[in-house]
């Protein structure tokens, strides 16, 4: 790398003692405001769109259902969760590592392809020249300047991605730490083997669709389609997954300084999710004919095990560590104590809780039960699976990058948070908003009520009205659970945004 470190572009943390490195800042600071703000168009669509899907209400019209839906599906999925990815990723290789940034322009570069590309795809969804919803499923055709917004942006994704691994190797090599890396790096550069695989899938699948979009390519098979697609997609909630375990192991040791008990078996776990990262990756194709059903239960119903072998690994050494953080802290009595002295009023805290609990119990659960065959045949485009990857990704990984902001505020932004009181109810109202709007879904979903479907009535097919009575109520669950969500969602977007502008300088 050409320039050696300057000692001048760092300033030193008073809390951790870290160096922070002033241009890492400004990016992590750029790429995390620009994560919210897209979080904030993504749930007012959010709750138009649930408010539509509660049957009772019926808000939108159909057409700006559609769009809406669009929109909100990549608003939420891709622009809000890799925007914020960017940063920790930054965050990760930088400041946990004591390190820079090896080329803060190459950051802004992507940063730059990230933003262009998805105002061009926002712009092309909201003045309906894409209503073809975030899979864009060919033969469903959108306006070229679509697929062209979403290279652009997997482009500057993976220019961010690369920066990261460089950064990564040069920290090492600066000697900026010493010994392996911390965990929560590791888990990042795993999340970062994963999306480099990703985002090669991703231009895999776009770029012949952008050729047929302009008519250079005659014909695009929605089989072959399909196949690339969940190549991409499927993996990108890999990503997902690691960053999101990656944070949870930080939180644990912001909040109550727990470390792992067996390091090892964390950072085998983290592996687990890269060898195994394409197995059960065809519960999305289920129903697809090209594919034969050995091959398909191959995948879903055996090996599919292992990678979530890795995440059971998880889930049991992170609270294991808590507790033996909480017990050394004197927190011993009885069985319990050490949960019950737990810091509940820490947004940090609670968030970690409510993203391990809703990912866990919600979301992984489900996701392992309607991912084998026979049960996947019954649910298959239902709003049940709707309520699967709400619980995922909007339960457990929102929710814990909500928490590390409550970090990155403070540390790296300098401002302190402007209501303490707020911030410590915020995960809760988020939360069992999200509770509510889960289950809402994957009750009603049991019940045949379809997916992406704008009017239950008009779409007939699935969806036979068995127990009309129970529908109404558990629409009504998924809307006011919706409600109660954006609310919790507006707080944090209010938190985020005026401690940013208005919290007590932190730097005098
Ligand atoms: C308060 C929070 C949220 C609420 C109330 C909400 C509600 C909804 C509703 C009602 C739908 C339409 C379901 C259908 O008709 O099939 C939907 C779809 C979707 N949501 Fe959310 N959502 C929220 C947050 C999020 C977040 C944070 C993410 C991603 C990180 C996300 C990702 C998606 C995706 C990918 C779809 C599917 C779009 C499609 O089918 O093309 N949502 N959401
Ligand atoms: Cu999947």
């Not at 306006?143 to 460089?166: C, E, M, N, R």
């Amino acid at each position: 790398m050409a320039t050696q470190t300057k000692e001048a572009d760092f300033r030193t943390c008073p809390v951790t003692t870290l160096q922070v490195h002033r241009p890492a800042e400004l990016l992590i600071t750029a790429n995390a405001v620009t994560a919210v703000v897209f979080l904030t168009v993504g749930g007012i669509l959010a709750l138009l769109l649930a408010l539509t899907r509660w049957q009772a209400v019926h808000l939108l019209p159909a057409d700006w259902f559609y769009t809406f839906l669009t929109a909100h599906g990549i608003t939420m999925l891709v622009f809000w969760i890799v925007f914020f990815e960017v940063a920790g990723l930054y965050f990760g290789s930088s400041v946990l590592l004591n390190g820079r940034l090896v080329a803060p322009k190459v950051g802004w570069v992507a940063f730059g392809l990230m933003l262009a590309g998805a105002l061009l795809a926002e712009l092309m969804i909201f003045t309906g020249q894409a209503d073809v919803m975030f899979t864009a499923y060919v033969p469903l055709k959108a306006h070229p300047l679509f697929y062209l917004g979403i290279i652009l942006f997997a482009v500057g994704a993976l220019v961010a991605v690369y920066l990261f691994f460089a950064s990564v190797v040069v920290a090492k090599h600066e000697r900026r730490h010493t010994g392996s890396l911390p965990l929560v790096t590791f888990g990042l550069v795993v999340a970062a083997i994963i999306a480099a695989f990703t985002l090669i899938s991703g231009a895999i699948t776009f770029i012949p669709a952008f050729f047929w979009s302009v008519g250079l390519l005659e014909t695009y098979d929605p089989a072959a389609y399909r196949l690339l697609f969940w190549a991409f997609g499927h993996s990108a909630q890999q990503i997902n997954l690691a960053a999101m375990v990656a944070i949870w192991y930080a939180l644990a040791t912001l909040t109550v300084g727990a470390t792992p008990i067996n390091e090892k078996l964390s950072r085998m776990a983290f592996l687990l999710y890269i060898l195994f990262i394409n197995l059960g990756s065809i519960h999305h194709l289920m129903v697809d004919p090209g594919l034969s059903v050995v091959y398909k239960i191959t995948n879903t119903s055996y090996i599919m095990y292992l990678a979530v072998l890795g995440s059971m690994i998880h889930a049991y050494s992170i609270p294991a560590a808590v507790e033996v953080a909480q017990r050394a802290k004197g927190y011993s009595k009885g069985l319990f104590q050490w949960l019950w002295r737990a810091p509940w009023g820490e947004p940090g805290f609670s968030a970690l809780v409510v993203s391990m609990v809703l990912f866990g119990f919600l979301g992984g659960v489900s996701g392992v039960i309607q991912g084998m065959m026979q049960l996947n045949m019954m649910i298959h485009n239902t709003i049940r699976v709707v309520g699967h990857f709400h619980a995922t990704v909007v339960g457990g990984t929102t929710v814990a990058f909500m928490g590390l902001t409550y970090y990155i505020i403070p540390l790296i932004m300098r401002r302190d948070i402007i209501s303490k009181g707020l911030a410590r109810i915020q995960p809760y109202v988020y939360g069992s908003g999200l509770f509510l709007l889960i289950v809402g879904m994957m009750l009603s979903g049991d019940m045949g009520v379809p997916r992406r479907s704008w009017d239950i009535y008009a779409t007939g097919g699935a969806f036979t009205t068995q127990f009309p009575a129970f529908t109404d109520v558990t629409l009504a669950m998924l809307g006011i659970g919706a409600i109660v969500a954006v609310i919790g969602g507006a707080m944090f977007v209010y938190l985020a945004v005026f401690s940013l502008l208005f919290g007590k300088d932190l730097r005098k």
